[in-house]
């Protein structure tokens, strides 16, 4: 009798557990089954489409912070994705880059992380070159160190070539990291950016790098050695006017642009009054009037202590 | 006490607009040159646009100067005689490095036929017949034919720059200069006065406007 009520309490508890595992078990079908977001584009390929209705949700993005507190985001924009260098290039399928186990919620940790150069064996020079460049970047000083890896700013999920992108898409790299996902600061791009007197023309057209690199003679295409505030371009003269870091260095970043600026274009669209201002005639003018105003005041003094000595 | 009317409606309006104009023009000049240390318009645009507008508003007024000052024949007051120079000129400053601190009287009053000091013709005209005319031309230059610059060598512009600049220098200085000596008048506000009101209240004086020749 108790060996009854034993098997007979040992097949409640199992059959529990088994309803609980195969509850789950279906709810995790369902997950995996349920229809994929509305307005997905028709490029995209049937078997990207498990993984579009929790990657491609619109209403879900994914998110978590590191340890850092950087802000990773899971969401993936499907027309974004589409239009990708990669996607065009036959990349299409999630699995076509990611290895390892996706069956399980959440994703095993230890699946690998696609790395550029499992592809682009061809490009090891140039990722060399970047790479030597990056370790310069204040990303990869203090606590950043190799925090950020190429995808941390490039994604490949949505990359495109240079030639094709605008400034806008180009800062969007920057701005997204430094507005939202890691802004210690809590300020905007805008408000850090106060001090320049064309704060808002700049942000909006030009590009983060075209301040915030400086040339040395190599490839520009291929900066990324992102250099701290401090030693960002902040004269408005290095780059308004001829001969300058514009007419070299900031006309080659601009989208679909084949060469630098000339100076007559230089001229045309980016004079600014104090670009052809010689600094000795600055600080002469300057001595002047701080001599006019030095003189007049001592005038004035000495005239004023005189009357007061006269009664009057 | 004897009143005395020295300035016209029109002069006092003119003055008045030039005043307001140098001080516009100064402080978004200032701006536009030193973009970033003086940035007192808070952005480059409405310092520039400041600027355009009201250099154009002074550029104006100036040629009415001329119009209105020939026309009236009042340039009469502005011409040196023989007795302002040197002569005139060295009693003048001599008044203004010495006897101002004694409290010795003007060595030129004005009066019906004298309006200014020897040393404000000298200064006057020069402002109205070189400066000025220098800085409008430079200005107007500046803003008009830029687009006409785009040469290579950008040499005009560097050549009108730094001429604009020189002269906006002297002209801050004569202004900030012309602010003091107006505070000389037989009270500091009296100048100011007369030039809102056109009236000078004249005072016996040792040497008047027909002694004022030494």
């Keep these: 009798m108790r060996q009854a009520g034993f098997a007979l309490g040992s097949l409640l508890v199992l059959g529990s557990v088994a309803l609980g595992i195969g509850t789950v078990a279906a709810r995790m079908a369902e997950v995996r089954h349920s229809p994929p977001p509305p307005n997905l584009p028709p490029e995209l390929p049937e078997e990207v489409l498990a993984c579009a209705a929790c990657h491609m949700n619109p209403g879900l993005r994914m998110s978590y912070r590191d340890s850092l507190g950087r802000l990773h985001q899971e969401y993936i924009d499907p027309n974004a994705y589409v239009a990708s260098i990669h996607f065009r290039n036959g990349k299409r399928e999630c699995t076509d880059c990611h290895e390892g186990d996706y069956s399980r919620f959440p994703h095993p940790s230890d699946n690998p992380e696609p790395s550029c150069l499992d592809c682009h064996e061809k490009l090891e020079p140039e990722y060399q070159a970047i790479d030597s460049m990056a370790r310069r970047s204040v990303h990869f000083g203090g606590s950043m160190h190799g925090a950020l890896d190429c995808a941390s700013c490039h994604s490949p999920h949505t990359m495109r070539p240079a030639r094709e992108m605008t400034t806008a898409q180009k800062n969007a790299g920057c701005v997204d990291c430094h507005e939202n996902r890691y802004n210690p600061t809590g300020l905007t791009l805008a408000q850090r950016h106060a001090w320049h007197p064309q704060a808002a023309l700049h942000l909006d057209r030009i590009a983060c790098i075209d301040c915030h690199t400086q040339p040395s003679g190599a490839d520009y295409s291929f900066r990324h050695d992102i250099l701290p505030k401090e030693e960002a371009t902040s004269d408005c003269y290095a780059c308004h006017g001829a001969d300058t870091k514009m007419s070299a260095y900031v006309g080659g970043f601009e989208g679909g642009r084949p060469r630098p600026y000339s100076r007559a274009e230089l001229v045309r669209a980016y004079y600014l009054s104090g670009g052809t201002r010689s600094a000795g005639l600055d600080w002469a003018g300057l001595t002047l009037m701080a001599l006019v105003v030095a003189g007049t005041s001592l005038h004035g003094l000495v005239r004023y202590r005189f009357a007061r000595r006269r009664g009057r | ?214």
Excluded at chain 2, 54 to 78: D, H, K
Excluded at chain 2, 90 to 95: E, G, K, M, T, V
Excluded at chain 2, 150 to 156: P, R
Aim: net charge positive; no cysteine; hydrophobic share 45%.
């Design chain 2, 1 to 214: 006490m004897k009143r005395v009317y020295l300035a016209t409606r029109s002069e006092r309006a003119g003055h008045w607009i030039n005043a307001v104009g140098f001080v516009a023009l100064a402080l978004s000049g200032f701006n536009i040159h030193f973009a970033r240390e003086f940035n007192v318009f808070g952005t480059l645009p409405v310092a520039i646009a400041v600027h355009d507008i009201t250099g154009i508003a002074v550029s104006i007024n100036y040629i009415l100067w001329w119009v209105y000052t020939i026309g009236t024949r009042r340039i009469q007051f502005y011409l040196p005689d023989r007795n302002d120079m040197p002569a005139g000129l060295i009693l003048q400053a001599r008044y203004y490095l010495v006897g101002i601190f004694r409290g010795a009287p003007h060595p030129f009053e004005e009066g019906e036929k004298r309006k200014f000091n020897p040393l404000q013709k000298w200064t006057y005209l020069g402002v109205m017949t070189v400066l000025l005319p220098i800085q409008v031309v430079t200005g107007l230059g500046l803003l008009f034919l830029i687009e006409r610059w785009q040469d290579a060598s950008s040499a005009y512009l560097r050549l009108f720059g730094s001429v604009h600049t020189i002269f906006a220098i002297l002209l801050t200085a004569f202004l900030l200069g012309h602010v003091y000596l107006a505070t000389t008048g037989e009270t500091p506000w009296a100048h100011f006065k007369m030039m809102f009101t056109g009236y000078a209240d004249l005072h016996p004086n040792p040497i008047s406007e027909d002694q004022g020749s030494p």
